[in-house]
C-alpha cells in the first residue's frame, strides 16, 4: 500500500539560508499534519490543512510557512534558518479532519549548520 | 491545553517480561488515542489506535486500554524481546471544545530496553 512520502530525506543548511520541505500523502486523503520533533523531544505540532485550507495551527514560528496544493501535497518553507531547526520534520496524512487516523511519512531530518 | 504524560521515563526489563506502559493526558474530550514505537532518529510506527468509544485494541503481543474519563491507557507488552527495545509514544488527538481539529498531542515517551 501508498505510504506518505516526504522529499528529502536529509537536508543540510546554513544559518539564515531557506529550506523547502514537501510532504506527498497517501492516495485520496485529503488532510495534512506537519509535527517537529526535536532532539531528544517529543514530536510537536506545527500546522495542518484540510482540502487546501488552513485547518489548525500550533507552534509553528513566523520564519515558517506551508501551504497546500490542488493535488494535495504540502510544502512546509522554512526561512532565516536558526540552528534551533535542526530537527525531525514529520508529515502525516489522514482522510477527513477530526478523529481519523493519522498515517506519518518516514521524516525529514534538518541540520542547521 | 492538552497535556500527556508517559510513566515511566525509562524501563529496563529482562527478555520474557510482561510489562506495562502508563499514559494519562488532561482534556478527557479527545477524538482517539495511539499508541507509537520510534527507533533511535527513525520514523513514528503506529502500534495501535484507540478510538474514544472504544476500550481496548489488541495486535499481537501488543494490548492497549483506554479510560477517557479518568483520562488514562496502558500498553500492556506480554513477552518481551530485546526487538522492543524502542522508544513508546503516546498521542492524543484532541477536541478541546471544537478547535483542535485532531491535531494529535504526544507523551514525553518511556524508553524501553529488553535485554537478552
Known amino acids: 500500500a501508498a505510504g506518505v512520502i516526504q522529499s528529502p530525506r536529509h537536508l543540510i543548511k546554513e544559518k539564515r539560508e531557506t529550506a523547502t520541505l514537501k510532504c506527498y500523502p497517501i492516495?485520496?486523503?485529503?488532510?495534512v499534519y506537519w509535527y517537529q520533533q526535536g532532539p531528544g523531544q517529543d514530536p510537536q505540532f506545527l500546522i495542518s490543512?484540510?482540502?487546501?485550507?488552513?485547518?489548525d495551527k500550533g507552534s509553528i514560528p513566523d520564519r515558517f510557512s506551508a501551504q497546500q496544493f490542488s493535488d494535495y501535497h504540502s510544502e512546509l518553507n522554512m526561512s532565516s534558518l536558526e540552528l534551533g531547526d535542526s530537527a525531525l520534520y514529520f508529515c502525516?496524512?489522514?482522510?477527513?479532519?477530526?478523529?481519523?487516523?493519522?498515517?506519518f511519512g518516514p521524516g525529514t531530518r534538518l541540520t542547521v549548520t | 491545553k492538552q497535556e500527556v504524560t508517559q510513566i515511566p521515563a525509562a524501563l529496563s526489563v529482562p527478555e520474557g517480561e510482561n510489562l506495562v506502559l502508563n499514559c494519562s493526558f488532561t482534556?478527557?474530550?479527545?477524538?482517539?488515542l495511539q499508541w507509537f514505537r520510534q527507533d533511535p532518529g527513525k520514523g513514528l510506527t503506529s502500534l495501535l489506535l484507540?478510538?474514544?468509544?472504544?476500550r481496548e485494541q489488541t495486535s499481537g503481543r501488543l494490548n492497549a486500554s483506554l479510560d477517557k474519563s479518568s483520562g488514562r491507557s496502558t500498553l500492556y507488552i506480554a513477552a518481551s524481546q530485546p526487538g522492543d527495545s524502542a522508544t513508546y509514544l503516546c498521542?492524543?488527538?484532541?477536541?478541546?471544545?471544537?478547535?483542535?481539529?485532531?491535531?494529535?498531542?504526544f507523551g514525553q515517551g518511556t524508553i524501553l530496553t529488553v535485554h537478552p
Open positions: 502525516a496524512s489522514s482522510l477527513g479532519l477530526a478523529g481519523r487516523q493519522q498515517y
Open positions: 492516495p485520496r486523503h485529503d488532510t
Open positions: 490543512f484540510y482540502e487546501k485550507m488552513q485547518s
Open positions: 482534556d478527557s474530550a479527545i477524538y482517539n
Open positions: 484507540i478510538q474514544s468509544s472504544q
Open positions: 498521542a492524543v488527538s484532541g477536541n478541546a471544545g471544537g478547535t483542535s481539529y485532531g491535531k494529535l498531542t
